[in-house]
């Protein structure tokens, strides 16, 4: 640095060291800024605050979860798969095909749940609570009710049976949990109300109608299908079986069980015989034209030749030139009031193939009882 002809040259290293002395003084000051500002942040670095002591569990929640610990390992996850031919090679694959819920039935190895899950796959695979796999085999399906039975090899300690209550003396607004694979997920837990009773929904087999279905506001899901509708004691209520979706194609808040007593009657059906054998008067029946005059009953427009029907003489209706003759109106069975086509089926499904019923029907202005046969629908 050039020096003014004022300054001596004894001046320059004094010069030196001022310089030298800021830039010393300028480092303390930067780092005892940044050592400051590590002290702060360090400070600003709290403990984590304890917990609150807690109360515990609600008695209600501790039932809740109670309950699933018992029932789960009763729930099983049904994944169907097809054979599909390679686009590439002649090679076979088997690919996926759909997945939804089921839940054991007996030690022997029946596992129970909807038909519609296995149409579309070639073979079944059942994963059970432990994550163990079993290949099964279909027993047996009832396509009026949208039920199937399902039989796998595991060793009975592997199966807890689920426990099965009734759905006779069902109420509106009583709890209820649905356990199932929404989505893939395994063992989900959804709780809600029953907010509806008897109500009619078309099986989704497209066979027939699912009476009596219990209507609830439990979430149910695609993947739900098959499982298991639970009372507040975990007792078995329904099969969960559908739902009316949202836009998405997913849970709006309504959803239907087929009732259990239609389960407990139907599965030992299939076990024992592979189809359900359902009595039958051995007729066909209107109640349209009824419904829009304001008539309870149900009009028999055939008879079945040869069916228990036809030889108890009930009449059906008939074409004349001048106009038709309307054939015989029931309107009980066995003492029980029918007011529909449904109230016939539902009666029946009380009785077996071979049984005689007192039918009541109208016959022009009179009244008259016919012990019937009930034939099978096979």
């Known amino acids: 640095m050039p020096y003014s002809a004022s300054r001596g040259p004894t001046e320059r290293p004094r010069i ?28 600003s670095r709290a403990e ?12 209600e929640e501790r039932s809740t979860v109670e309950l699933f610990r018992r029932a789960s390992p009763s729930v099983v996850n049904i994944t169907t798969v097809t054979n599909r031919r390679n686009l590439f090679s002649r090679r076979i694959d088997r690919v996926p095909e759909g997945s939804g819920t089921g839940f054991i039935w007996d030690e022997q190895g029946h596992v129970v ?47 807890q049976p689920i426990a099965v209550g009734t759905s006779r003396d069902l109420e509106v607004g009583q709890s209820v949990l649905a356990i199932g694979n929404p989505f893939g997920l ?26 009596g279905a219990i209507q609830t506001d439990a979430a149910i899901n695609p993947g739900n299908s098959g499982g298991p509708l639970l009372d507040s004691s975990g007792r078995l209520i329904g099969v969960n079986t559908q739902i009316v979706p949202s836009a998405a194609g997913a849970w709006a808040g309504i959803g239907f069980a087929i009732p259990v007593d239609t389960v ?61 003759i309307l054939g015989d109106l029931i309107t009980s069975i066995e003492g029980r009031s029918v007011a529909s086509i449904n109230d016939v089926h539902t009666i029946l499904e009380s009785y077996r193939v071979g049984d005689v019923v007192t039918v009541s029907v109208v016959r022009g202005d009179g009244e008259e009882e016919l012990n019937v046969r009930l034939s099978s629908s096979r």
């Open 113 to 159: 749940t909807n038909l519609h899950v296995l149409v579309g796959g070639h073979d079944a695979v059942v994963t059970l609570d432990d994550q163990s796999t079993w290949p099964a085999e279909l027993v047996g399906g009832d396509p009026h009710v949208d039920l199937a039975v399902l039989k796998i090899d595991a060793p009975a300690e592997k199966l």
């Open 48 to 59: 984590p605050r304890p917990p609150s002591p807690s109360a515990g569990l609600l008695p």
């Open 264 to 324: 407990n009657w139907v599965v030992p059906e299939l076990i024992a015989h592979g189809a359900v054998e359902r009595p039958l008067i051995g007729v066909e029946l209107n109640d349209s034209l009824l419904r829009s005059r304001g008539i309870r009953g149900a009009l028999i427009t055939s008879v079945v030749p040869g069916s228990g029907a036809d030889k108890a003489g009930i009449r059906a209706s008939r074409r004349t030139r001048g106009g038709i």
């Open 186 to 211: 395994d063992h989900t837990l959804t709780t809600g109300v029953i907010s509806a009773l008897d109500r009619e929904v078309p099986s989704l087999t497209q066979r027939g109608l699912i009476r």
């Open 16 to 43: 030196a060291t001022a310089a030298g002395l800021i830039v010393l003084a300028g480092l303390a000051f930067l780092l005892a800024s940044r050592w400051q500002g590590s002290v702060l942040q360090a400070d």
